[in-house]
């Protein structure tokens, strides 16, 4: 898979050209690479070109700062998609790739049709909790919060029956860089959309999980009642709601986009 170099770092992506007329961007959540998104990849290449790449520090994208911001992250599309010469695309992004949704929505509302953010906030978490899971992290390493991860990111069901996806997923949180995770912390504790929601007028559509302790339902209904052009639906899952129910997610993205 190609890897460019961009102003602050070399990307790896992946560009599906299906010979549709847009592509969807894919953003992934915190801790995970662009394989995240496989099992949506056969439906959805029947409506689009598929785009998906690994944030900076994540999957084989490099990194050289300590701390970033989603501006910082968001910017990294808009400079992907100048590079690729695509001007108006269709975007999904999970949880921190929600963050990075709200922001491009907010500060680059042409360059997208739709947004979709998944399992995701307004503002995740606190600055105490990120600051907690920084320092555990540094000085434990991500394989001692492996078991807390898996227990947030798929309900028991979903655990009980794909183990080999959950540990293909674990594998490659374990592997992800710890200054890219840590950067990428700092950019999610930073982030907070509440006062500036009323901004976002691209259509968005909110996915959540109601399974999901991490980003819940109620997360999802304050962005929907502060945005002006906004649909919200659930599907019984936890935080990586596009892994345990590839099909019905990607079918909720085709419905939004196509109607």
Request: proline share 3%; glycine share 6%; hydrophobic share 35%.
């Amino acid at each position: 898979m190609p890897k460019i170099q961009l102003t602050n770092f070399i990307c790896h992506y992946k560009y599906e050209n299906f010979g549709h007329e847009k592509t969807l961007v894919f953003s992934n959540s915190l801790g995970t690479n662009l394989s995240m998104w496989e099992d949506n990849i056969t439906v959805l290449s029947h409506h689009f070109n598929i785009l998906r790449y690994d944030k900076r520090g994540h999957g084989d994208s490099t990194i050289s700062q300590d701390q970033v911001s989603i501006a910082d992250l968001g910017n990294d599309v808009i400079e992907l998609l100048n590079y690729l010469k695509l001007d108006q695309v269709y975007f999904c992004g999970l949880s921190i790739g929600g963050s990075i949704g709200q922001w491009l929505g907010i500060n680059h509302p042409t360059r997208f049709e739709k947004i979709v953010i998944s399992n995701t906030a307004a503002k995740i978490g606190t600055e105490e909790g990120w600051q907690t899971r920084i320092k555990q992290v540094t000085e434990n390493g991500l394989e001692s919060i492996l078991t807390g991860t898996a227990e947030r990111w798929f309900t028991p069901d979903y655990r009980a029956k794909n183990p080999d996806k959950v540990q293909e997923i674990l594998n490659s949180f374990k592997a992800t860089s710890l200054q890219g995770y840590t950067a990428c912390c700092y950019a999610v504790a930073g982030a907070d959309f509440r006062e500036q929601l009323h901004h976002l007028e691209v259509p968005t559509l909110i996915i959540a999980g109601t399974k999901d302790e991490v980003t819940t339902v109620e997360d999802g209904k304050f962005i929907q009642k502060r945005t002006p052009i906004e649909s919200l639906v659930t599907l019984d899952a936890a935080h990586l709601s596009n892994m345990e129910h590839p099909e019905e997610f990607a079918k909720h993205i085709i419905h939004f986009t196509q109607h």
